[in-house]
Nanobody, 118 residues
Framework: QVQLVESGGGLVQAGGSLRLSCTAS????????MGWFRQAPGKEREFVAH???????FYADSVKGRFTISGDNAKNTVYLQMNSLKPEDTAVYYC????????????WGQGTQVTVSS
């Protein structure tokens, strides 16, 4: 079992920045990719960004150019730097982990709230 813990959420005004962190712990594993997803009130969970172990990244069009995903393999940690935040970015943000041998994301964090005020 792998545990994922997110941190860094909070309240910020439009145009501001936040950095989210997610640290994985528990059993020994090899990471294939980690990602960030978000869910706003009344909406389905949506993809935000992926990062593969080798460093390749991919972003949703809605955040490309504003958000940056990065990782520290030695610390088993992934980050999401969020700049130029908009009210529509308000959501609970979740991190996820896919390990070698899994066909998709198999572990999820509990989420951290991000609220962007107008």
């Amino acid at each position: 079992q792998v545990q994922l813990v997110e941190s860094g959420g909070g309240l910020v005004q439009a145009g501001g920045s936040l950095r989210l962190s997610c640290t994985a712990s528990g059993r020994t594993f090899t990471t294939t990719r980690m990602g960030w997803f978000r869910q706003a009130p009344g909406k389905e969970r949506e993809f935000v960004a992926h990062i593969w172990w080798g460093g390749n990244t991919f972003y949703a069009d809605s955040v490309k150019g504003r958000f940056t995903i990065s990782g520290d393999n030695a610390k088993n940690t992934v980050y999401l730097q969020m700049n130029s935040l908009k009210p529509e970015d308000t959501a609970v943000y979740y991190c996820a982990l896919q390990t070698r041998g899994e066909v998709d994301y198999g572990s999820w964090g509990q989420g951290t709230q991000v609220t962007v005020s107008s």
